[in-house]
T-cell receptor
């Protein structure tokens, strides 16, 4: 089976812009979770989608949003980018809800906000 | 503060030696997971251990779980240069506001050839 894929792999944006990141889960997986990783805050949970519905949400401002399509592919959007949004954004897929199962991670999208 | 905290933050060993890292957590859990991350890449799942298990093995990896002490350990035996990576424990955090998998700060392991 193909692994989790994320596009794009690298992205440079300026403050105030918006960005959309994409994640394709492993075939058959219905859950997609998103994480932000920074040197200062480590790995932080953004949200989880299961069957096109947001099931869980981390402690991030409303500028961070996401959605999941009927084929389980997911997108994450960040509006009004700030310098502090520079990070590695990781998505992970699992068969069921992620807190009880093995999560399979993609390679990440590295976002740099200037 | 984080649900899971790894100790030590960094570890440097020679190839062939064993590496041990620990994870402590705060609330009751029904499972704990360990992941590895090579520099700047995605995480790779290593082992999931359930609360009714005390020890689990996978190749050169051995994970223990002590629910009474709310702690887990990951042992890598006969380390190799390719084991150089950051290792994270992850625990489920269940709250009324929503559930999530919480990762600790990680242990950076350097295996010197």
């Amino acid at each position: 089976k193909a692994g989790v894929t994320q596009t794009p792999r690298y992205l440079i944006k300026t403050r105030g812009q918006q960005v959309t990141l994409s994640c394709s889960p492993i075939s058959g997986h219905r859950s997609v979770s998103w994480y932000q990783q920074t040197p200062g805050q480590g790995l932080q949970f953004l949200f989880e989608y299961f069957s096109e519905t947001q099931r869980n949400k981390g402690n991030f401002p409303g500028r961070f949003s996401g959605r999941q399509f009927s084929n389980s592919r997911s997108e994450m959007n960040v509006s009004t980018l700030e310098l502090g949004d520079s990070a590695l954004y990781l998505c992970a897929s699992s068969m069921g809800l992620g807190i009880h199962e093995t999560q399979y991670f993609g390679p990440g999208t590295r976002l740099l906000v200037l | 503060s984080q649900q899971g905290e790894e100790d030590p933050q960094a570890l440097s060993i020679q190839e062939g030696e064993n590496a041990t890292m620990n994870c402590s957590y705060k609330t009751s859990i029904n499972n704990l997971q360990w992941y590895r991350q090579n520099s700047g890449r995605g995480l790779v799942h290593l082992i999931l251990i359930r609360s009714n298990e005390r020890e689990k093995h996978s190749g050169r990896l051995r994970v223990t779980l002590d629910t009474s002490k709310k702690s887990s350990s990951l042992l890598i035996t006969a380390s190799r240069a390719a084991d150089t990576a950051s290792y994270f424990c992850a625990t489920p955090e269940i709250k009324a506001a929503g559930n999530k998998l919480t990762f600790g700060g990680g242990t950076r392991v350097l295996v010197k050839p």
